[in-house]
């Protein structure tokens, strides 16, 4: 397995997917994004596995995509950048698709991609102190492939209010757009996490798997057209001259040409 995750599994059956590069913020890298769908992936056919808790090391929880990564995008062909670009969506989708309830302790910052993964887990505990962000739109870029897990979470007319600005707004806020279910001191996350987890240790794992897909279809789940218009989007956006320039303006740390 990639050092840049780890899983954990206790003896009750609840699998801890760690992010593991907290020295990057656990910005989200293409070997990166390649173990955790692998991980989700395995993780689904694992019967002994009841809950999974999807967590972060460090400070942050995830600051969005990797930077070298975005800047190794700029010089690859059309092709080459929606089939690199598409990466995060088939993390979100594996992680979505988990049949097992998957619990996310964000105990840091989120931005982007980080948004993303907060989005499609079943509940959400933050820490009261974190920052969260749909970033994408100060680069030239939008918030694409986690666009229609982040709409299928929010709802349309929460979206609205924070899926086009790139504000940062914090837990309390995070909180009323659905984001996270609830946030706590950060002393008290552990804990809080685990109150969502102990209940399902009652319950009959397979009921459980099958009341998830039910809520899934019953809810309008993501459909593979919402993902693909979203990959499509996102790969003509990389080709304009917007994009260019903010990715251009955010490496060279001056601000990009539209900013007043």
């Not at 593991?20 to 173990?35: D, F, G, I, P, W």
């Not at 001259?241 to 990009?256: L, N």
């Amino acid at each position: 397995m990639s050092d840049t995750i780890r899983v954990d599994k206790d003896k009750r059956g609840v699998a801890t997917l760690w992010l593991a590069r907290a020295e990057k913020h656990n910005a989200l890298s293409a070997e990166m994004m390649t173990a955790l769908e692998a991980a989700a992936r395995a993780l689904a056919e694992d019967r002994e596995v009841r809950v999974v808790v999807l967590a972060a090391e460090g400070p942050t929880f995830c600051a969005g995509g990797d930077l070298a990564w975005m800047k190794a995008q700029r010089t690859m062909d059309a092709a080459t950048r929606k089939a690199e670009s598409a990466r995060i969506a088939a993390v979100l989708g594996a992680l979505a698709a988990l049949p097992q309830p998957m619990i996310g302790r964000v105990q840091g910052n989120a931005f982007g991609g980080g948004v993303g993964l907060a989005s499609v887990c079943d509940v959400v505990i933050g820490a009261d102190s974190l920052k969260m962000g749909l970033t994408e739109t100060r680069l030239g870029l939008i918030p694409a492939n986690i666009g229609p897990y982040v709409i299928a979470r929010m709802g349309v007319s929460r979206a609205r209010q924070v899926f086009m600005s790139a504000r940062i707004f914090g837990a309390e806020e995070a909180v009323r757009l659905g984001l996270l279910t609830r946030a706590v001191p950060a002393e008290d996350l552990d804990a809080a996490v685990e109150a969502e987890v102990a209940p399902y240790m009652a319950c009959a794992p397979g009921a459980v798997a099958e009341a998830k897909a039910l809520l899934r279809a019953l809810g309008g789940e993501v459909s593979k057209a919402q993902v693909d218009l979203a990959i499509e989007a996102l790969a003509s956006r990389w080709e304009s001259a917007e994009a260019e320039e903010g990715i251009d303006a955010f490496f060279e740390k001056r601000a990009p040409g539209w900013a007043v």
